[in-house]
């Protein structure tokens, strides 16, 4: 389960990378559909990580991290550049995900007793 999913994961990484591409490159109609399958494939990871609470907000951090990136561009492509507060919110979002992740289901300051998986490595 965990290889399909990070092949996914990989997977989605090149479908972000294409949807910034299209931004940098000023193609406005591709940059905005490839909006739809980037944040979809997020929600959809996200979604196959909600059992594991430190997966889930992670994914959910980077579907906010996607949709706030999408918002900025979007407000470049259409509207003069002034969608950034907009796009504010979504980043502010995500970083509230990883902030209550680190802050307090685990707090990073409490090293964890735990064995760690590979103790080789």
Same mark, same amino acid.
Do not use: H, I, T
């Given at each position: 389960m965990i290889a399909k999913l990070r092949a996914r994961e990989n997977f989605h990484i090149v479908l972000w990378l294409f949807k910034d591409l299209c931004w940098v490159s000023d193609f406005k109609l591709m940059g905005t559909i490839m909006i739809v399958p980037t944040l979809a494939v997020a929600a959809w990871l996200a979604w196959q990580c909600r059992r594991e609470r430190d997966e889930l907000l992670h994914s /959910? +951090?980077? %579907?906010f991290w996607i949709m706030a990136n999408s918002t900025w561009m979007i407000g470049e492509f259409f509207f003069d550049d002034h969608s950034r507060g907009y +796009? /504010? %919110? *979504? *980043? *502010? /979002?995500?970083l509230g995900c990883v902030a209550w992740y680190y802050l307090v289901v685990r707090p *990073?300051? %409490?090293v964890d007793a735990r064995p760690t998986e590979n103790p080789k490595a």
């Open positions: /959910l +951090a980077v %579907v +796009a /504010l %919110v *979504f *980043f *502010f /979002l995500g *990073f300051w %409490v």
